[in-house]
């Protein structure tokens, strides 16, 4: 799917939800003019990274088409507080009945990105590749990813359906990692790629010997991703998955593992603050 027609679509599967729980704008219809025309600036409270701009113009005309939104930053760029990052003119009673729900759209995105640049620039020059993961906001997955995107990881699966990822239920399910993965190959054949968990090196030893494209490292500690790393020998790309965070990616990228994915980046990261004023 188009990456751009996926986020308008995600957006627009959202702006109902959106709109309708904040119901109707008693406060903006007493006091605005039915006929009022302001402008009003968007505006950084906090350092970051700005991300989302792009949806406002649909937010904001979502329900008036008589607004316009003109943006001064662009995503990915790095914001600080007091600086401008669009503008918004026309309808009063536009612009303030869906003032919260866009800031509520771009902080939330703009968080996601500011974290993940903040663990982008950890593991630069280490080769690392920094995943996301399918943590994600129920019905914001397409919006969350792209945000991680800006902020310079790369998007993991996009849903259950890109590749088999057997983890531990898989294995308890299927009696056995041998039998997981046998299954797996069986009814997908070269189809798609086959990801497996391990929790142990001894976990790790039965899925080497396995025809997997990739094994990931739950809750490795760092001594044992080393070993794990060692006793691969390049034979497989390897990720280190659970127990990440900004005070050891740095170490975990030096074990020599591939990859490293962290939850985190989406469900975790707090909303950048940003204002709308007239």
């Not at 259950?160 to 054949?189: E, F, Q, T």
Request: glycine residues 8%.
């Amino acid at each position: 799917m188009n990456q751009k027609f996926a986020l308008l679509e995600n957006l627009e599967n959202l702006l109902p939800l959106a709109f309708a729980e904040d119901g109707p704008d008693v406060t903006t219809q007493a006091i605005a003019d039915l006929h009022q025309n302001v402008a009003a600036n968007i505006t950084a409270k906090a350092p970051g990274v700005i991300c989302g701009l792009p949806l406002l113009s649909h937010i904001f005309t979502y329900r008036m088409t008589n607004i316009s939104v003109t943006t001064i930053a662009r995503d990915g760029d790095i914001v600080h507080p007091g600086m401008g990052v669009a503008t918004v003119e026309g309808s009063c009673l536009g612009i303030l009945a869906a003032e919260r729900t866009a800031l509520n759209f771009v902080q939330h995105l703009s968080g996601i990105a500011t974290l993940t640049r903040r663990f982008v620039s950890l593991v630069q020059g280490t080769g690392v590749v920094l995943l996301d993961t399918r943590k994600t906001t129920p019905g914001w997955r397409y919006l969350e990813k792209y945000a991680v995107r800006t902020g310079g990881a790369v998007n993991n699966r996009l849903s259950a359906s890109d590749a088999v990822m057997i983890k531990d239920n898989h294995i308890a399910a299927a009696k056995g990692l041998g039998p997981a993965v046998k299954k797996a190959r069986d009814y997908y054949g070269e189809k798609l790629e086959i990801v497996v968990e391990v929790r142990s090196l001894d976990e790790l030893r039965e899925a080497l010997a396995l025809p997997v494209h990739k094994i990931m490292l739950d809750n490795f500690d760092l001594e044992t991703a080393r070993k794990a790393v060692a006793m691969t020998d390049g034979r497989v790309p390897l990720e280190v998955t659970g127990g990440v965070n900004l005070q050891n990616i740095r170490e975990f990228a030096g074990t020599g593992v591939k990859f490293i994915s962290i939850g985190a980046l989406t469900h975790s990261a707090p909303a950048l603050d940003l204002s709308l004023s007239i």
